[in-house]
C-alpha cells in the first residue's frame, strides 16, 4: 500500500495563474518532504523541500505547505510558467528510505 | 558531464535473459539507490547502499540483485527477467546526510519481452 498519494495525475493551469499539487502520506514517523521536478527523458530534479517542523518553505515561485494533522503537503507555484510543465513527484523521509508518490503531470498553458 | 550517468539508456530483452544495468556517478556521494517507476506507482526503492560495503534491500527488491563495486558504481542486475520487470529504472545519489535531496540519473527503459 502507498504511504505517499498523489491523487490527481494531471492538473492543466494556464500561464500566470497559481498552481497547487497536492500530496498526502499515511505514516506519522515522517519527518522531511521534498518535491521534484521531471522533465520527459530525464531522471528527476530536486525542488524544495520542508522539514516537519516547519509548516511553510519558499524558494522563489515555490512555496511548500505542511498540515502535519491532515498529513497533507501542497506546493504552490505563483506565477506559473509554460516551462514548469512536467511531472512533479512528491517524496516523504523515513529512517534512510524516500517514499515517492506516484506524480501529477503539470501542464500550463501559454 | 552528467553527475550521475546510467548505461543502457535503452534495452530489450527477452523472457529469461540476464541483464546487467550500471549506474555511475561523479558527485562523490557515499549514498546510492536504484528505482524503478511504473505508470500510476510512482518511483519504487529497490535498492540502495551507503558505502561499498553496505547493501540493503528496499520495498521491491525479489527478483533483482546489485553490486557495488566501487564509491562510484552501482550495478543493478536481473538474474532472469521477466515481462513484468519491464519499467523505467533510476539511480540516484546522496550525500551522507538522510535527507539529502537526491541526484538522479537520466533512466534506463527496459522492455522484457
Known amino acids: 500500500d502507498q504511504q505517499v498519494k498523489q491523487n490527481s495525475p494531471s492538473l492543466s493551469v494556464q500561464e500566470g495563474r497559481i498552481s497547487i499539487l497536492n500530496c498526502d502520506y499515511t505514516?506519522?514517523?515522517?519527518?522531511?518532504f521534498l518535491w521534484y521536478k521531471k522533465y520527459p527523458a530525464e531522471g528527476p530534479t530536486f525542488l524544495i523541500s520542508?522539514?516537519?517542523?516547519?509548516d511553510k518553505n519558499e524558494d522563489g515561485r515555490f512555496t511548500v505547505f505542511l498540515n502535519k494533522s491532515a498529513k497533507h503537503l501542497s506546493l504552490h507555484i505563483v506565477p506559473s510558467q509554460p516551462g514548469d510543465s512536467a511531472v512533479y513527484f512528491c517524496?516523504?523521509?523515513?529512517?534512510?528510505?524516500?517514499?515517492f508518490g506516484s506524480g501529477t503531470k503539470l501542464n500550463v498553458k501559454p | 558531464d552528467a553527475d550521475v550517468t546510467q548505461t543502457p539508456r535503452n534495452r530489450i530483452t527477452k523472457t529469461g535473459k540476464r541483464i546487467m544495468l550500471e549506474c555511475s556517478q561523479t558527485?562523490?556521494?557515499?549514498?546510492m539507490y536504484w528505482y524503478r517507476q511504473d505508470p500510476g506507482l510512482g518511483l519504487r526503492l529497490i535498492y540502495y547502499?551507503?558505502?561499498?560495503?553496505?547493501?540493503n534491500k528496499g520495498e521491491i527488491s525479489d527478483g533483482y540483485s546489485v553490486s557495488r563495486q566501487a564509491q562510484a558504481k552501482f550495478s543493478l542486475s536481473l538474474e532472469s527477467a521477466i515481462p513484468n520487470q519491464t519499467a523505467l529504472y533510476f539511480c540516484?545519489?546522496?550525500?551522507?546526510?538522510?535527507?539529502?535531496?537526491?541526484?538522479f540519473g537520466p533512466g534506463t527503459r527496459l522492455t522484457v519481452l
Open positions: 517524496a516523504a523521509y523515513n529512517f534512510n528510505k524516500f517514499y
Open positions: 558527485k562523490g556521494h557515499d549514498r
Open positions: 505514516n506519522s514517523m515522517f519527518d522531511y
Open positions: 540516484a545519489t546522496s550525500a551522507i546526510s538522510g535527507t539529502d535531496e537526491q541526484f
Open positions: 520542508i522539514s516537519s517542523i516547519k
Open positions: 547502499s551507503f558505502d561499498v560495503k553496505d547493501i
